[in-house]
């Protein structure tokens, strides 16, 4: 049944950096779906906010001297060769620039469809032997260098490695609000430790949803994760302990400051199909809306209904990346939202299409609406 409040209540997407054809396209499938608890399922960095939240929160643990390359066994962080030569965390700046290298670690350039999930992994790894309130604070002093609007950028190492400091877009604050008012459910599945991101979700992301009487619930944030550790060596998974800790969903100090992480990741890792598998194990349904920016994010965008690109114009492979992959699965119906070339988090209104990628929902092909 179709509550009074999404039956009646109107979608309205008013922030200025929407292309016209995306505002209408979501306002119309908002209509569409309201109040049927429809699964949206949206990746986080650079698609809710401009920037990387777990890179930024990286950044900061090892600027602050939390985590150091001596904290790593040997065999941790190895000597490789990579297409840009001779790798080794010795003649790196520091775990940053080693993490970089990872990103693309292989020799097999543009035919490893998955070039990414060695760095993704090694950054949570990386983590072990933290206490979890650690990780949690470095998080927090990101998020305040966010409001404090003096600086764009984490300095970690000086004249070596900067990263942004991750700010929300506006728009994807303003629909989240909108699709969280109509009754849908929502969910964000990222790459980043899921710490960093459920804090930010509940801390800073939730009450900017004005108007809205419940936020997106720390359950319903997935993201990479160790195994934890209580002071007793007894495991837990985030996933379980997140439905079964009140505390910690809430993330209160107390609760997060009886764990330590681990150095044993938890799977799937929500990076690629793997996202389409945490979609699968936590939803159990197609997602009615998928929204991501990167290839990380097709795998999951061809098994949802709609989709809503974030085309980064400040990189053009970036931007590009989902034409090759929309005309070989001939998936149509792709939304396509340009985020400014400039480096804040602001969307532009310029407008990207394509043969396959055109800023309209996929009405006709549907052959009915999921339960």
Known sequence: MISHRAKNGGCKLAAPGWNSATRLALEKLIRRGAGKRLPAVFDFDNTILHGDIHEATLGMLVRSGRLTPARLPDQFAPTFNSARGRIDLQSCADIVEYYNELLAPTMHGEN?????????????????????????????????????????????????????????????????????????????????????????????????????????????????????????????????????????AAMKAEAIGAFRLTSRLEYPLPAYSGKVACIFDAIGRQPYLCAGDGPSDHAMLAVSQHRLWIARLNQARAQHAPLKFAGATRKTGWMIQASSAARTARFSGRAISSRWLFSRPDFAAESSTPA
């Open 112 to 248: 490893d469809p998955s070039p990414k999930t060695t760095g993704y992994a090694w950054a949570i790894e990386v983590l072990g032997g933290l206490r979890l309130s650690e990780v949690v604070e470095a998080t927090r002093e990101v998020c305040e260098l966010a409001r404090s609007n003096k600086h764009d950028f984490i300095t970690v190492t000086p004249g070596k490695t900067v990263l942004p400091v991750p700010r929300f877009y506006p728009e994807m604050v303003e629909l989240l609000g909108e699709l969280v008012r109509h009754e849908f459910d929502i969910w964000i599945i990222s790459a980043s430790n899921v710490w960093s991101v459920r804090w930010m979700v509940l801390n800073e992301l939730n009450p900017r949803l004005h108007d809205c009487e419940r936020g997106i619930a720390a359950d319903h944030v997935i993201g990479a994760a160790t195994l934890l550790a209580d002071e007793k060596g007894r495991l837990y998974r985030d996933a379980v302990l997140v439905r079964e800790n009140v505390g910690y």
